[in-house]
Each structure stands twice: as structure tokens, then as C-alpha cells.
């Protein structure tokens, strides 16, 4: 089969919604199908670009978006697109993001007259990340244009797909006009790597961690709430002087955190690693470091970071809101949104409780195969050839 992705977001930089597509595509080319992902061109950002069998990257002209320095807006691209489809001649068009890429797959769509998959990977008009606007008329206002926009841009769908159950109830409960189907991330998890006993010590002496650790990764920016965390944290911290909270990423909201840890007098407990290449991260061994893994963020859909981590076995601290409710149970616990008192609780629990944490443990390596990549592909598949199919017969 051919499938065209088109995404205003992919390698190198650096989100859940990139490497849950990197890892996608790599897996439909390992099967022997054909994919063909049009971008926008990201200049200057010095990491290892994405290669896998059977699939190209076709980059498109490119303007600032301001929103982050890695990121850029696709402008002017049709005649680009229209040039490599024709060639191309694809079964499926799959837009993956509501930007200007995702209008430029809607248009080939039209013109190729192929079939259109979209997935909502995140939804926007949530008010985490809105955090930027300071009123709240202005709040509601882009809350209502953003709602329509996806509305109208999603109606021109043949299938719509959403990566975690809590948020096809949400599009559906709002009046979201076509029926959106459940399809998680997916994860590598041949990936997975433990370190022995001799490179723990390395590492915790080279970072200066202390005995216990709890553990964060991902992208540093304002809606992910890691303020919020490193609050949580110094409740905890006051405590225990025999815990660190590794932080692992970079991020426009990098500067303002380590402020807040100088503030709170924690320099000593929180760790700042800064960018760690994502393959070397997951394949390193280095999260199983972590005690537990924690989050409050309260935007997550089926966040990588999450499903990474659990492939891990590590124990989930989360926030009681959106996908997280979906992917923390019996391995970890959920605090309310906001909470830092409840949260730090949450943490002390599972690190000062070795047969909680051990359980939890092996909670969250059961709990992440349903998400093997492989599993999760062959029913992406499913659904492309039914629509296929369909569409064939019309």
C-alpha cells in the first residue's frame, strides 16, 4: 500500500506527536509498504535525521511560526505536493496535524480524489494550552474559532482517528461532526535497554543523584505544567534529602524552571540534563534510572513520554484529567489537576515503598503491550484498507 502522511510537525524536532509518526511510518516501511511524509524543511538543528526503509521525507518551503524556535509553518508547498503525488499515487492521504501541511493534504486530497484519513493527535481549544493568552474573553474566543476550524477541517475527512479514548468522547460530546475512531501511539519495544549496576553508579555520580530519583522527560515548555512538578517536588524534597528529580529535555521554558529550582533552594535535588538525542534516550537505559516517572501536565492525550516510560517499568505519577486517566491505574496514581501537596503524597508512596513500587512495575510493562508499534500498525491497516475498500466500490 502507499500512504502519504502530511504533518506540520516531524524529526528532528522534538515531541510526542514526531516520534509516535517516525515510529509509525518506520513500521508500515519494515512491512513492505510505502510511505511518503511531506514536512516542513527545519534548517540548523543538528541532530540525525530520519531515515527508515521504504519511506521518504519530501520537505516544504517554510516561514517562522514564533510559536517555538523548531518550529515553522509550511507555506506555498501545493506545487511540491502535487509534483510527488503525482508520481507517487497514493491509496491513502493521512493529514496529522490542523495547520498549513494539514490544508495542503486536504487539497491533494480533493484533486487526487483519494481517500482522506486525519488524525486529531491533540486538542487544542484546551486551556492548557492557551496558557499564553492572559484573558479569559480572549480564552473563549480562540477556544470557539479553534473548535470550528477543526470541525471544518476534519469534515473533510473520510475517517478521523484520535489517539486516546478520553479524547474521542470529548470530540464527541462537543458536537464534533464526524465519528472519530480510537487509535493509540505506538511504541518500539525492542527499544528497551537496563543498565547494569557499575553504569547506574556512573551515571547518578556524573548528574550527582541522589539515591532515590524521580523522573521527568520530554519537552520543557509552558503547557506541560513542569513548574507544577518541581513545586510537587519540593514538598517532597523538604522531606527527603535522599531524592533528586531528574529533568530530561530542553525547551523555550527551560530558563524560567531552573530559576524557579534556584528559587526554591532545590540546585542540590533537581537536575537539569538538557537535550538527550531521543534514540539514545530510549535505547541507552538511562530512564530506568528513575524510581517513577511524573507528570502534571493536564494536556496529555497518549503521551509518548508516558508509554516510554512505562515500557520502562517505571511507576506513573500523573494528573487525574485527559488520557492519563486511560494510562495510569494499578501502575501508578492519579493526583487532581493542580494538586502539588497531593501529588508529592502520591511520589513519597511509591519511592518509600519498595513492594508498591516492584508491583507497579510490573503493572506498567503489562500495560504497555497493547501499544507495541506492530500491534498498533496493523490495525492502522485495518482501517486504511477498509476505507480503501469503500471507496473502491463507490
Known amino acids: 500500500m502507499k500512504i502519504a502522511y502530511f504533518t506540520d510537525t516531524f524529526l528532528p524536532q522534538v515531541n510526542g506527536i514526531a516520534t509516535a509518526l517516525a515510529n509509525q511510518a518506520a513500521q508500515l516501511g519494515k512491512q513492505g509498504h510505502s510511505v511518503l511524509i511531506f514536512t516542513p524543511k527545519l534548517d540548523g538543528i543538528p541532530r540525525e535525521k530520519f531515515k ?22 509550511g507555506v506555498f508547498g501545493l506545487p511540491k505536493v502535487i509534483k510527488y503525488l503525482a508520481k507517487f499515487d497514493p491509496d491513502i492521504i493521512h493529514l496529522h496535524s490542523p495547520l498549513t501541511v494539514g490544508m495542503d493534504a486536504v487539497t491533494a486530497a480533493k484533486i487526487f480524489k483519494k481517500p482522506l484519513v486525519g488524525t486529531i ?35 473533510q475527512c473520510d475517517l478521523v482517528l484520535a489517539p486516546s479514548k478520553m479524547l474521542v468522547k470529548e470530540l464527541t460530546q462537543t458536537g464534533f461532526k464526524k465519528t472519530v475512531h480510537y487509535l493509540p501511539n505506538g511504541v518500539i519495544l525492542s527499544q528497551y535497554k537496563s543498565l547494569s ?42 522531606k527527603h534529602p535522599d531524592v533528586s528529580l531528574l529533568i530530561i529535555g530542553d525547551g523555550p521554558a527551560k530558563k524560567s524552571l531552573v530559576k524557579l529550582t534556584k528559587r526554591l533552594k532545590l540546585d542540590n535535588q533537581v537536575v537539569f540534563t538538557g537535550f538527550i ?5 530510549i535505547s541507552s537505559g538511562i530512564l530506568t534510572l528513575g524510581n517513577l516517572f511524573a507528570t502534571a501536565s493536564t494536556m496529555e492525550n497518549n503521551p509518548m513520554a508516558v508509554l516510554e516510560a512505562e515500557m520502562h517499568g517505571l511507576p506513573i505519577v500523573g494528573v487525574k484529567q485527559a488520557g492519563l486517566v486511560e494510562l495510569i491505574s494499578s501502575n501508578g496514581f492519579l493526583a487532581e489537576a493542580g494538586d502539588i501537596k497531593e501529588m508529592a503524597e502520591k511520589m513519597e508512596k511509591i519511592l518509600y515503598n519498595q ?33 480503501k475498500l469503500e471507496t473502491d466500490q463507490t
Open 121 to 155: 493527535h491533540v486538542y487544542l481549544t484546551d486551556s492548557s494550552y492557551l496558557r499564553w493568552l492572559k484573558y479569559r474573553l480572549a480564552v473563549k474566543v480562540v477556544d470557539k474559532v479553534v473548535e470550528r476550524y477543526l470541525n471544518f477541517l476534519f469534515s
Open 277 to 281: 538525542d531521543h534514540q539514545k534516550l
Open 197 to 238: 549496576l557499575q553504569d547506574q553508579k556512573s551515571i547518578k555520580k556524573k548528574y550527582g543523584l541522589k539515591d532515590k530519583i524521580v523522573l521527568h522527560f520530554g519537552r520543557l515548555s509552558p503547557e506541560k505544567n513542569v513548574d507544577l512538578l518541581i513545586k510537587s517536588f519540593s514538598l517532597l524534597a523538604k
Open 355 to 387: 513492594t508498591l513500587a516492584d508491583s507497579m512495575q510490573k503493572k506498567s510493562l503489562e500495560a504497555i503491550k497493547p501499544y507495541a508499534i506492530d500491534k498498533v500498525a496493523d490495525t492502522l491497516l485495518g482501517f486504511y484498507h477498509k476505507l
Open 52 to 73: 527508515a526503509e521504504n519511506v521518504q521525507v519530501i520537505h516544504l518551503p517554510t516561514v517562522p511560526a514564533l510559536l517555538y524556535p523548531e518550529f515553522k509553518l
